[in-house]
């Protein structure tokens, strides 16, 4: 990997590590960008050429991961969307089911007893959302 390469893939993490942190807050390409310091443009093709999906989808995966741990803890659907800055409810619901490969409620109401004997870091591993390929 080249020199530049490197530079490159660190400002891409640091829009990664933005998501990571303020998933909770609008975020769209060109302020993603911005961190990155790259146009949307730019920053959107090394961002897929890098993770292998786009910003939307990694912001979108992260949302989710972070919605699962509310419902297991018994938050109602509703709240979760919004708690971790979804504004559509419907669009919310039809993602979550295409990530997790069920419906938020039905995700909720699952016995979850297993997860919550786990560590945290063993939990977050094998409760991370994956996407059917």
Known sequence: MTPEELANLALLRRARDLMDRE????LDVPTM??????????????????????????LMTRRIERAMTLLRGGMSVTDACMTVGCTSLGSFSSKFTEIVGEPPSVYRE????????????????????????
């Open 110 to 133: 699952r016995d979850h007893s297993a997860v919550a004997l786990m560590p945290v870091c063993v939990a977050m591993v094998r409760t991370r959302p994956t996407k059917p390929q």
């Open 23 to 26: 998933y909770a807050r609008p």
């Open 33 to 58: 960008a911005q961190q990155a310091l790259m146009s949307p443009a730019h920053f959107s093709r090394q961002f897929r050429a890098a993770y292998g999906e786009t910003p939307y989808s990694y």
